[in-house]
């Protein structure tokens, strides 16, 4: 056998990992805690019989796929679990062995569907389990250093869950690009659907609303279907965050060691759903937010307890829907980041004004400016060198906005809101000189008629006065790259966190929802635009970045009073 | 026979159910029924309920009832026992695989086994007329 694709069961391949991923990450799970109860001194049996099945689940399936090397590595692991069975004195000293054979076992078996596996990591983890179990033997009464016993735990949860209780498979799994090519057919469907709108509007003004009733009627109906059609399309491509969040165990783990600090994961609202592609893209995010707060927000235990915190410090991933958003934290309870700092760096930076006196809420925005990192230290676990512009760039990608509160020596907290799918936005459609713009609905505030009496200009600056607060206003074709021209007669008001913004455009053109198009890289664009869509008439709109609006004008403008 | 063979399939991997499927599609197998199970206890329910299997494919280890004790409790209330019973298990576990024919299996089945493999067993149980 080997891991080719002569394999008879090869195209079960994508099943295996669905099946086998969260197997493995379960495997890294269960033996972070083992780590901890066993260093309490509980030999947590159960607990361990059911890590025992889980490797011989993996075992059993790797083996039928052919992929020798995930099962020599899951056999090997259960191997010195039969060991720590006759030994349970040297349990303790083998999870950190263990932990490390999980996460080539995460790995190995996350990459299984995407070609040949080298097989050097898990090779050089038997060959180290070898050894532990072999310099174990010596000199110990046990009779053979591979004790085969294996008992017939009954393991609690059930991993399939998927098959109904009449014994029909009541769930199939789908390919993720069938999924991607249906909902790119539906978002041609709507352009259609908007098409046959504009042209019934037209018969009927052009004449006088007579005689189209019926027509009316069944386009009305029609697009409801759509909106249905719509809704159930998005609930098949919604996944729990749980497949990220699960993720973290391990990481944490590995993170806090490398660098001596004790942490406790906390999650909470894996349950949540989000759309497919968003949760993809999450990952990474996520990752760098969290070992940041491990390596940089997090203090020693030491510390810690000097400053009357317990050693242990907890590092929490939340999830919770808010209709049709998202929102994600991660909070640390440790040392919290410091203003005085930001400040300095933005300064140094020439973000921001030297005699300019901005918020705390305004500072800790600054943290997200591109090289604008607080630590100078560059982590090689972890750190990558990756500041949280990067991370603060992918969330917006994601349709997203990202802020951060924090209390020095209490602990950070980055909230981010992300939208339920990427494919269809609920926008409002403006007109800016002649052309229409889609502007996602979520981040719109309020949009009012102005006058220019109203756009007050301070140091060459639009300003107005908004619900009782003075707010930035810019004009829409300058944002857009254009020249500013001298009266427009509607603002819309803007938010990304806490930042309201004024954006002046010629007319409001209504509500609609919009099927989101990516723009071809290659053609370059203004970072205020995120996306485009196809209007029912045929043309092509642009889809505003309303977040970035808010944040990045701010800057400029911060940066403009400078000269 | 006749009507379309029944295959019994008890396993709490869907993995498993779908390799099966897999099996069962093509070839001489081609065009027979399977009953999917994904413990013991539900594979024990269908197997009451359902005389005219022809082979039931039992993994070893699963949750709620295990195929050890699908093999106990059948033979204590003696159901169905001209049903042949495969025991699928994995290549070391001989001590296992003698208990499982202790406890009335007819035959076990190694993972990882081939499409050929289950083929042949099922080939070899017609033959001997192990199920008229």
Known sequence: ?563 | MSAKPVFLVVDDSRLHHQMYMLVFAKGALAGSTLLHAKNGREGYALFTTHPEIEMVFLDLNMPEMNGLEFLERRRSENLHPHIPVVLVTTEDSAEDEARGRAAGAWEYLRKPFTPAQLTELVERARARGVRT
């Open chain 1, 1 to 563: 056998m080997n891991d080719d694709a002569g394999n008879p069961f090869a195209e079960l391949l994508e099943e295996y990992v669905a099946e086998c991923a969260p197997l493995a990450q379960a495997v890294g799970d269960t033996l972070v805690t083992l780590e901890r109860r066993w260093e309490e001194g509980d030999p947590a049996d159960q607990l361990f019989g059911t890590l025992k099945g889980s490797l011989h689940t993996l075992k059993g399936n790797s083996a039928m796929l052919g992929l020798t090397a995930i099962q020599a590595l899951a056999h090997c692991m259960e191997d010195v679990c039969a060991f720590l069975g006759e030994r349970p004195d040297l349990r303790p000293a083998a999870s950190g062995l263990l932990l490390r054979g999980a996460g080539v076992l995460v790995e190995m078996v996350g990459r299984a569907a995407r070609g040949p596996l080298s097989a050097d990591r898990s090779e050089h983890f038997i060959s180290e389990a070898r050894e532990f179990i072999q310099a174990e033997s010596v000199g110990t009464e046990t009779s053979a250093p591979y004790p085969e016993r294996r008992r017939f735990e009954r393991r609690t949860g059930s991993e399939v869950g998927e098959l109904g209780s009449d014994g029909v498979v009541s769930t199939i799994r789908v390919d993720a690009r069938r999924l991607d090519g249906l909902l790119e057919t539906f978002g041609e469907t709507m352009i259609a659907g908007l098409g046959l709108r504009e042209a019934v509007r037209d018969l009927a003004i052009r004449h006088r609303g007579a005689g189209f009733t019926d027509l009316e009627h069944a386009l009305t109906s029609l697009e409801k279907t759509l909106k249905r059609l719509e809704g159930a399309l998005m609930a098949t491509r919604l996944v729990s965050i749980a497949t990220v969040f699960g993720r973290f165990n391990l990481l944490v783990r590995e993170v806090a060691n490398a660098h001596e600090k004790r942490v406790g994961l906390v999650t909470s609202g894996g349950e949540t759903q989000l759309d497919k592609t968003v949760i993809d893209r999450l990952g990474e995010p996520l990752v760098h937010l969290v070992t940041n707060a491990i390596i940089h927000g997090l203090e020693s235990p030491a510390e810690r307890e000097r400053s009357g915190k317990p050693s242990e410090a907890t590092v929490t991933l939340s999830a919770v829907q808010r209709s049709d958003r998202v929102i994600l934290t991660v909070t640390d309870d440790g040392r919290g980041l410091d203003p005085e700092r930001i400040l300095h760096k933005a300064r140094q930076l020439g973000a921001v004004a030297a005699d300019a006196t901005p918020s705390r809420e305004e500072v800790f925005a600054m943290a997200f400016l591109p090289g604008l990192s607080t630590t100078e230290r560059v982590s090689a676990l972890a750190g990558r060198g990756v500041g949280l512009d990067v991370v603060a760039n992918s969330i917006r990608t994601l349709g997203g906005s990202i802020e951060v509160a924090s209390e020095p020596g209490k602990g950070t907290k980055f909230t981010m809101s992300l939208p339920l799918t990427l494919a269809v936005l609920r926008s409002l459609l403006v007109a800016v000189d002649g052309e229409r713009y889609a502007l996602p609905l979520g981040d719109v505030a309020e949009s009012l008629r102005v006058t220019n009496e109203a756009i007050h200009e301070i140091d060459g600056h639009g300003m107005m006065l908004w619900r009782g607060q003075v707010i930035p206003v810019s004009d829409a074709a300058e944002v857009l790259g254009g020249s500013a021209r001298a009266s427009r007669n509607y603002c819309v008001v803007v938010r990304s966190g806490a930042r309201r913004r004024g954006m002046l455009v010629d007319g409001l053109l209504g509500h609609q929802d919009v099927v989101v198009k990516a723009l071809d890289p290659s053609l370059g664009r203004p970072p205020t635009i995120s996306g485009a869509t196809i209007l029912g008439d045929g043309r092509v709109a642009c889809i505003l970045d309303t977040a970035r609006f808010a944040e990045l004008r701010a800057t400029e403008a911060s940066t403009a009073t400078l000269s």
